[in-house]
């Protein structure tokens, strides 16, 4: 059974930093791209970054290029300079790697539970 777990979520000044992790367990790891999305209140969930394990592939929203960073392994998501608009809940997301991925969060089969982040101003 696949399982995602987030972690690291929190509350910061905007123009600070925060480091998110996904503990990930239940599929062959080295197959499959791993993605970060967000959810904000009142709008739809939204693709952040996803590493694809398969191949090494990175893809990032234009929102976040130059300031968050997913490393591979564990994708753990790396926030820097945040913003206020960044206040959101973050998912963890899997799919599998050997095949077309992008960053809409239909595409993706496998969720966390999510991690809430929030920028203060």
């Known amino acids: 059974e696949v399982h995602l777990v987030e972690s690291g979520g929190g509350l910061v000044q905007a123009g600070g930093s925060l480091r998110l992790s996904c503990a990930a367990s239940?599929?062959?790891?080295?197959?499959?791209?791993i993605g970060w999305f967000r959810q904000a209140p009142g709008k739809e969930r939204e693709g952040v970054a996803y590493i694809n394990n398969a191949d090494g592939s990175r893809e990032y929203a234009d929102s976040v290029k130059g300031r968050f960073t997913i490393s591979s392994g564990s994708a753990t998501l790396r926030m820097t300079n945040l913003k206020p608009e960044d206040t959101a809940v973050y998912y963890c997301?899997?799919?599998?790697?050997?095949?077309?991925?992008?960053?809409?969060?239909?595409?993706?089969?496998?969720w966390g539970q999510g991690t809430q982040v929030t920028v203060s101003s």
């Open positions: 997301a899997a799919t599998y790697g050997l095949g077309y991925v992008e960053l809409r969060p239909s595409t993706w089969g496998y």
């Open positions: 239940g599929f062959a790891f080295e197959d499959y791209a």
